[in-house]
């Protein structure tokens, strides 16, 4: 599943899917779809690197205004949707 959102909304985002716990990797990337990041979302990621993650998605929220965030789900399905905030 995709969701397209703005700078200021990344982290919030971010932490809502890792919390979620349904996520296996989550993918974000700038509006022209190039990739930033990739996060592997795992019970170690949730744990031990957890701020370093947040830290990171924090500081690329300030370099462009718009984002994609593609989710990858456990099942291995992926769905499109849009998520206008």
Request: no cysteine; hydrophobic share 40%.
């Amino acid at each position: 599943m995709e969701f397209k959102i703005k700078g200021q909304e990344l982290l919030k985002k971010i932490e809502e899917l890792i919390k979620e716990g349904n996520a296996r990797r989550i993918i974000i990337k700038d509006d022209k779809g190039r990739t930033y990041i990739e996060i592997p979302v795992t019970v170690g990621v949730i744990g031990t690197l957890f701020a370093p993650i947040v830290a990171a998605v924090g500081a690329l929220a300030g370099v462009a205004a718009n984002f994609t965030i593609e989710v990858i789900k456990k099942d291995g399905e992926e769905q499109s949707q849009t998520d206008k905030n």
